[in-house]
């Protein structure tokens, strides 16, 4: 049974290298203008496409209108409008789709606090990416607040918050984008959490 789990974990990586040098062969045909690229692209990464956006999808209240294929088709139609992405591989696509994600949802959450800004308290959760139950849209708005604030002091910082926590990338993924090793990744993570959790805190105190 041992040998067997093995042999299983053995596939699982030599499927998954598969699908990375699929991913990063149809990426660079379609940065060459290659068009029937994306087509083929988008149904070898719409499981991971749906797992971003189930991550973003808990961060919003159930009675969101906006369902996780919904996300996903959207983000879609604005990836087909970038233009000049000089694509590097699999990790740089998701954590494109991640930031198209983050400002459609960010976007969605502004309409429905123009009224209501200020009514509650940030209270977000940067565990590892997970997010412990749905948040309010005042949270997920507080937050790229935030980020703003942090990118203007510290953009890689800012980076490996939205890729770890919007993204959900691992710190080798994160570590692979933005071309530093895993040690500056965790180092970066800790320190950004540390900062964003004094930045809301005194936003709530503000609100008070």
Known sequence: M???NKLGAVGDRTTSASSSHEV????RAWGSGDEDALQRLIPVVYPELRRIARRYMSRERSSNTLQTTALVHEAYLRL???QGVNWQDRSHFFAICARLMRRILIDLARSKLYQKRGEGKACVCLDEGRVMGPQPPADIVALDEA????????PRK????ELRFFGGLSVEET???LRVSNETVMRDWRLAKTWLWRELSQENSHGD
């Open 80 to 82: 087909v409008d970038l």
């Open 24 to 27: 990063t062969y149809l990426l």
């Open 175 to 177: 570590a692979h984008v």
């Open 2 to 4: 041992a040998d067997g």
């Open 158 to 161: 800012e980076q490996v918050v």
């Open 147 to 154: 980020l703003k604030a942090l990118a203007a002091l510290d």
